[in-house]
């Protein structure tokens, strides 16, 4: 399997951008799908997206437009940009690796958009 960790949560404003990073402690070339997840409190964890390893991208209806995930092989590393921030995307992000056969979790980052 993998490790993962994640980083680049944090307080932001509505309208703000972030960049989550999730960092593999392994090579990450041949999973075959890279995703991020949130769960608000009460509410259960939901997909916002996913990265496959043909690029084919899929993201949740209520962040498409707005975040871009991206994954760089050669660092091991995928990337969640968020941009237009707003209050309900407030979350614990976690990054997943899917390897249909094993997955793994990270630990997750928090993101609050408030003013």
């Known amino acids: 399997q993998v490790q993962l960790v994640e980083s680049g949560g944090g307080l932001v404003q509505p309208g703000g951008s972030l960049r989550l990073s999730c960092a593999a402690s392994r090579s990450i070339f041949s999973i075959y799908a890279m995703g991020w997840y949130r769960q608000a409190p009460g509410k259960q964890r939901e997909l916002v997206a996913k990265i496959i390893t043909d690029g084919t991208t899929m993201y949740a209806s209520s962040v498409k437009g707005r975040f871009t995930i991206s994954r760089d092989n050669a660092k091991n590393t995928v990337y969640l940009q968020m941009n237009s921030l707003k209050p309900e995307d407030t979350a614990v992000y976690y990054c997943?690796?899917?390897?249909?056969?094993?997955?793994?979790w990270g630990q997750g980052t928090q993101v609050t958009v408030s003013s």
């Open positions: 997943n690796a899917d390897a249909l056969r094993w997955d793994s």
